[in-house]
């Protein structure tokens, strides 16, 4: 049987979940920290660094570029070298490792050509791409405005300013500051249009430049200046996935549980954090401690009126929770998901509506009306968060089946047996 069309009965716990749960590293953290490595004065290490798909295609990709990534330990080392030219970069599905490397391939001396999954070619790239133009670099894409394309890498970026429309990628914006600092002039990028999306992650990239040594000038609304210079190299400790954390808390709340993630940073710069807030509104209660974050639930759910614009990546798990709520949600600020692994929000009202949900897709979001639901397949377009919209909703409903369970290995490993032990680790 073709793997993609495996279904994967999804848990279904028969009481409330009290279990404690250790969770992989941060995908942002990890693939930031990789890329300022390899463009660091020094080698240095990322601790814990997440071993998933999208890390390995990042420590691949640099790995072509001439860098040395030993990813063999828990702790990956990094040692930077002169970047390398004609070759050839998969970047799979991963928003990181497209729009983070074309800027540092811009810097290697020869061309580099860059590709990925059949759904790659559809995620948005024309900005980034024009971006790169303006800062002095040729890339070759056939006006297509998308993968595959050429970088045509000299050796070194002019740099200087330059204007994007960032409305469909936060990662447009991080992926020219987190090179920009190794360009003649430095970036200044501003942004014109509808409001950059996910700001938070963009708030990670100038922290992590900022570690290392780099200024950055953030103080003006929609412009970011790096001014050029060496960065720094500095090991790093990766937080833990918040993102990733979402099913694990909505375990707790789902089935009137109490549900303990460790190490929950008290200061981070991740989106996921934003679920401590989602959880109370919806009716959980949260407690921050040394250990981590509890949430517990009572299991009745509320309905939300929430602008996931900052935090778009937990719009599967979040739409989940509401689908079991006990009023009609409203899910807003997310029109640029349908850019993501898939168009998110079409493929969200598609299986839940499969399940008996009764939700309609906004011009912007999601509008989710409690009904009752029923188990079936529910399919995953190649999208880890689809996946775990799935088991989610496996929490409520017996019979749910998630197609290709296997996809979340692009941000985390063995997530089914991490899941399946986590249940069954209940008390
Ligand atoms: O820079 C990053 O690490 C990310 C930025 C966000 O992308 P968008 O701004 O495209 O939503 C987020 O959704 C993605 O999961 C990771
Ligand atoms: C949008 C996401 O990923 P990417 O980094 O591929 O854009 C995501 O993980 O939800």
């Keep these: ?54 890390t390995r295609l990042m420590a691949d990709a640099l790995t072509e570029l001439g860098i040395g990534v030993d990813t063999t330990g828990v702790d990956w080392k990094v040692t930077p070298g002169r ?10 599905l991963a928003g990181t490792v497209m729009r983070f490397v074309p800027p540092v391939a811009a810097l290697a001396d020869g061309p580099v050509v860059f590709d990925g999954d059949p759904h790659a070619r559809l995620r948005p790239m024309h900005e980034i791409l024009q971006g790169l133009r303006g800062l002095g670099v040729v890339v070759e894409d056939e006006d297509r405005g998308s993968l595959p394309f050429t970088v045509v890498g000299t050796g070194r970026v002019r740099g200087g300013q330059v204007t994007i429309d960032a409305s469909a990628s936060s990662q447009f914006i991080s992926a020219l500051l987190l090179a920009g600092a190794r360009y003649d002039e430095g970036v200044d990028v501003r942004h014109e249009g509808k409001p950059v999306p996910s700001l938070p992650h963009i708030d990670m990239t100038v922290e992590q430049l900022r570690m290392r040594g780099v200024e ?68 959980g209660s949260t407690e921050l401690t040394d250990e981590g974050l509890t949430v517990t639930g009572s299991g009745t759910l509320h309905g939300l009126d929430y602008d996931l614009h900052d935090v778009g990546e937990l719009t599967p798990a979040v739409a989940a929770l509401c689908l079991m709520a006990d009023s009609p949600s409203h899910l807003r600020g997310i029109a640029h998901i349908r850019g993501h692994e898939t168009d998110r929000l079409a493929a969200l009202a598609t ?52 197609e290709n369970i296997a996809t979340t290995s692009k941000t985390f490993p063995d997530f089914a047996g991490v899941w399946s032990t986590f249940l069954g680790s209940s008390r």
């Design 216 to 283: 950055v000038d953030d103080s003006d609304v929609n412009r970011w200046r790096v001014l050029p210079s060496a960065i720094r190299a500095v090991d790093v400790q990766v937080e833990p996935d918040l993102s990733n954390a979402a099913p694990f808390l909505a375990a707790g709340l789902v089935t009137g549980g109490s549900v303990t993630v460790l190490d929950w940073p008290r200061a981070t710069t991740q989106a996921g954090d934003a679920l401590r807030e989602i959880v109370t509104l919806m009716g």
């Design 351 to 402: 299986e839940f509506n499969s399940m008996g949900g009764h939700v309609t897709e906004t011009e912007d979001g999601l509008t989710i009306r409690p009904t009752a639901l029923n188990g079936g397949a529910f399919r995953t377009y190649a999208d880890h968060r689809m996946a775990h919209a799935g088991v989610i909703l496996g929490l409520a409903v017996d019979g749910v089946e998630v």
């Design 83 to 92: 970047l390398r030219g004609r070759e050839t970069i998969d970047c799979g």
């Design 1 to 54: 049987m073709n793997e993609h069309r495996t279904l994967w009965p999804a848990p279904h716990p028969t009481g409330p979940v009290r279990a404690t749960v250790r969770l992989p590293g941060s995908k942002s953290i990890t693939n930031r920290a990789l890329v300022l490595a390899a463009l660091s004065d020094g080698p240095s290490v990322v601790r814990q660094a997440l071993r998933s798909r999208d």
